[in-house]
């Protein structure tokens, strides 16, 4: 089992907002990342570290930390954007890096 | 542009070997630490490995040290995958990404992928 726990699947009505959370002891200590990955394809950087969102992704993806869990916020939620998004972080030993298990978004 | 093309990847007896390679083309591919994941059928995503741009320092996943070596050549832009003792639950589509350095060298914000290359243990 992955040292960050995901909710398996979340959904959210068009248009909606939606946060997807990410939860483990690692994460009081280091920042994480979030992917989305759409069927077929490779992952895809959405958001990172503190307030880091690559270029060439929406505004309506944030982040936030606090405490033990990342949270990934999607803020009026699209049709493209259902998708598996998973996060990573450092593990508990600070020493590799480790996936959480990853959510299925479907977007009503 | 920027990208990784991986190779390598096939159909390979369990306890047989195979080579992983990542093409690297678009970027100083010696200033970044690169990475391994794959994701097996169906499952979600796992970190195996990393090397830092000198390959200097080298980290494994427990559920592959000891069978699988990464290492690069910054001369060619490439990073490898060497595995061996494969058994049928490494099959996976195996990515190699760049990690982004976006707060520090080994961030985990793995901002490049490539499309990814299949390997299947089977007998």
């Known amino acids: 089992s992955s040292e960050l726990t995901q909710d398996p699947a979340v959904s959210v009505a068009l248009g909606q907002t939606v946060r997807i959370t990410c939860q483990g002891d690692?994460?009081?200590?280091?920042?994480a990342s979030w992917y989305q990955q759409r069927p077929g394809q490779a992952p895809l950087l959405v958001f990172y570290?503190?307030?880091n969102r690559p270029s060439g992704i929406p505004d309506r993806f944030s982040g936030s930390n606090s405490g033990n869990t990342a949270s990934l916020t999607i803020t009026g939620a699209q049709a493209e954007d259902e998708a598996d998004y998973y996060c990573?972080?450092?593990?508990?030993?600070?020493?590799?890096?480790?996936f959480g298990g990853g959510t299925k978004l479907t977007v009503l | 542009q920027v990208q990784l093309v991986e190779s390598g990847g096939g159909l390979v007896k369990p306890g047989g070997s195979l080579r992983l390679s990542c093409a690297a083309s678009?970027?100083?591919?010696?200033?970044?630490?690169m990475n391994w994941i794959r994701q097996a059928p169906g499952k979600g995503l796992e970190w195996l490995s990393d090397?830092?741009?000198?390959?200097?320092?080298?980290s494994y996943a427990a559920s592959v040290k000891g069978r699988f070596t990464i290492s690069r050549d910054n001369a060619q832009n490439s990073l490898y995958l060497q595995m061996t003792s494969l058994r049928v639950e490494d099959t996976a589509m195996y990515y190699c990404?760049?990690?982004?350095?976006?707060?520090?060298?080994?961030?985990?914000?793995?901002?490049?992928w490539g499309q990814g290359t299949m390997v299947t243990v089977s007998s």
């Open positions: 570290g503190e307030k």
């Open positions: 678009g970027f100083t591919f010696s200033d970044y630490y």
């Open positions: 690692s994460l009081r200590l280091y920042y």
């Open positions: 990404a760049r990690d982004s350095g976006g707060y520090g060298p080994r961030s985990g914000a793995f901002d490049i």
């Open positions: 990573n972080s450092r593990d508990n030993s600070g020493d590799h890096l480790v």
């Open positions: 090397i830092s741009s000198s390959a200097s320092a080298i």
